[in-house]
């Protein structure tokens, strides 16, 4: 489990609350901490929300570590990744033939029963997951960044590097600690993706293994690979996840 102080859990639920709610004008952010990773999560879970809303259906899910876990709408159709990039950030997914042509799909995988490993959550359920999951995930983050700032690199149980990230969408760069992590796996030639754990959406790492390496953020990951026999057909670890900082190294059996 992750390490972090109740202060710090209430700060990451303050932040939490105020980008579900859309209210980025009211966070009062720490000069290093760095959310636009996550804030494009949440605007993409929300609006993916209301799009499941409209055409009542349940929300895709993966099980990870035998919790389901909401899937990205582009993961779950096989789009790549194209719309937890683009929502909120861009007038393209507000297009409403665009969003019609969404919905349609939508409504097609799920009728043709084409889960394919994947289950499904009901709405409430998703969104109650999204936001605990949401929260140790920044919490980690937040506990990790405070470390940092009072210990420095020697303190901070892990190899670092820094970073340079949007602090929020659109805001001012910051300088952040991030975490040197390497994958490595039973073939070679592979390309290693990563989540956070709260909503599985496909974030490219590194390639090729075995092993490959870079530098990420504080926070609660899961890691797949595609590429070789795979295709193009990301295969996840779902039987752990990566709290970080921590190990400075996974092995996944692919």
């Known amino acids: 489990m992750p390490e972090y102080t109740e202060r710090e859990a209430r700060y990451a639920r303050d932040i939490v609350e105020k980008l579900i709610s859309g209210d980025v004008s009211r ?58 990039g683009l929502f909120g950030r861009g007038s393209r997914w507000r297009d409403p033939y665009l969003q019609e042509w969404l919905a349609h799909r939508v409504e097609a995988a799920l009728r043709e029963d084409r889960l394919d490993g994947f289950t499904l959550m009901k709405r409430e359920e998703a969104r109650k997951t999204f936001l605990a999951r949401v929260m140790d995930f920044l919490a980690t983050r937040i506990a990790a960044v405070t470390r940092f700032r009072q210990t420095g690199p020697a303190g901070f149980g892990h190899p670092t590097s820094a970073l340079s990230f949007q602090q929020i969408l659109g805001g001012p760069r910051v ?60 295969q996840w670890d779902q039987n752990s996840v990566v709290t970080l900082p921590g190990l400075p190294y996974a092995h996944l059996n692919f």
């Open 175 to 234: 300088t952040t600690p991030g975490c040197q992590f390497s994958v490595s796996t039973n073939s070679g030639g592979l390309r290693v993706f990563w989540s956070g754990a709260y909503r599985v959406s496909p974030n490219y790492f590194n390639s090729p293994t075995s092993p490959t390496s870079s530098v990420l953020q504080s926070g609660s990951f899961i890691f797949g690979v595609d590429g070789g026999a795979y295709g193009n057909n990301i």
């Open 27 to 84: 966070l009062e952010l720490e000069s290093d901490i760095a959310i636009s990773d996550v804030q494009a999560d949440a605007v993409a879970f929300s609006w993916e929300l209301e799009l499941l809303k409209r055409v009542n259906a349940s929300v895709p899910a993966m099980e990870i570590e035998g919790e389901p876990v909401p899937v990205s709408l582009d993961f779950f159709l096989g789009l790549g990744p194209l719309l937890g």
